[in-house]
């Protein structure tokens, strides 16, 4: 996995993590992407080094504006593509573990295009049923 792509990952968990309201810890990351503790305890350190999360003193992660940025970008696009392949007739499970590798090499001048047509026939589904 490319530097790149697993700091992706890393926020992108974190991020869906902290929708639960219960706090996350480098414990449930590891539990999340089932990666061993200390693994995850040093891609923790070098995330907090970079500047895209905090730690608390409880051992609380959070993630800075630069990190939440860039969290809510992958996640964004893990959704309209699975969303895009399963309409494509592609079954979940695969839509969901092929946007998850999709989402970190695809362009933006692609991305933006298939957000386009997905958000297009959702517009359409939603039309039809009023």
């Not at 692609?110 to 386009?116: D, G, H, L, P």
């Amino acid at each position: 996995m490319k530097a790149q792509e697993s700091t992706e990952n890393y926020l992108e968990t974190i991020y869906i993590l902290s929708q639960g309201g219960d706090g996350v810890r480098s414990v449930d990351v590891s539990g999340r992407l089932n990666y061993s503790r200390p693994s995850v305890s040093i891609a923790m350190k070098k995330l907090r080094m970079d500047g895209y999360i905090e730690i608390d003193a409880k051992g609380l992660i959070t993630l800075t504006d630069s990190g939440q940025k860039i969290a809510e970008s992958i996640y964004e696009k893990h959704v309209i593509i699975s969303d895009w392949l399963i309409f494509l007739g592609v079954d979940k499970q695969t839509a969901v573990d092929d946007a998850c590798r999709i989402e970190h090499v695809i362009s933006e001048q692609s991305f933006i295009a298939i957000k386009e047509h997905v958000l297009s026939w959702k517009r359409d589904i939603y039309t039809r049923k009023q």
